[in-house]
């Protein structure tokens, strides 16, 4: 299929209240309409942002635990694939784990690359060593969370990629350069952009104030939430003019080569 329809949640997150979380995201979830084929959930939406605290689940590879279950089971009955961020238990730190769940069970997962030395995130966080692409109708998706948005090597469309999905707990503070770098990639990548962000206050005093929005290859806003107000934005993208759009404006072609190196 050339289309693809998505639902963004954009919500306030209970501190480390899995049960709450999920029931509220449920409720959500019900009310979606049928033809939806993805719903994208923000950054660490089970927990909130509290990389420090005793709140991660297992490692599915190893045991699956409570929220995978529920992002599984939501996506059977929904009838899409459910996508956000989840910490979960790495060694003796965590993973900022972007999983990918299927109606049929299957599971995938982008492990967040960017760690925010600022916050110190690195000290209880793992990086991810994988670049990710997951395919969903004719769109290739490449999957990223929050802080990953500054880092545009790592983003670079090699012609591998049809969407860049970024999900975040991204602070009010630093709302100008979310929105500025969400329009920045889908320019110099020539793709759809998506942002899905939180709203609300956490635990330790950080603002959100949402941002979510869909962004097209020209930079150009297709659909944003409100901001301040949980909110759902449902959306079809058309693969058609993101291709009518790189024969006639071939930048890509002129990109200049690299590998990337730890």
Known sequence: MSTLTLALIQTSLNWLDKDANLAHISNKIADIDKSVELILLPETFATGFAINLDCAEPDHQLKQGKVLDWMIASAKSSNAVIAGSVLVTQGNKKANRFYWAWP?????????????????????VTAGQQREVFTLNDFRILPQVCYDLRFPVFQRNRNDYDVMVNVANW?????????????????????????????GDDANGVAHNGGTAVYDFKGDTLAAATDNKADVVIITLDKQPLELFKQSFPAHLDADGFSLQD
Do not use: S
């Open 104 to 124: 049929n069970g299957e599971v995938k997962y982008y492990d967040k690359r960017h760690l925010f030395c600022l916050g110190k995130e690195g000290d209880f």
């Open 171 to 199: 602070p009010a503070t630093r709302r100008k350069v979310w929105d500025t770098l969400l329009m920045a990639r889908a320019m110099e990548n020539q793709c759809y952009v998506i942002g899905v962000n939180r709203i």
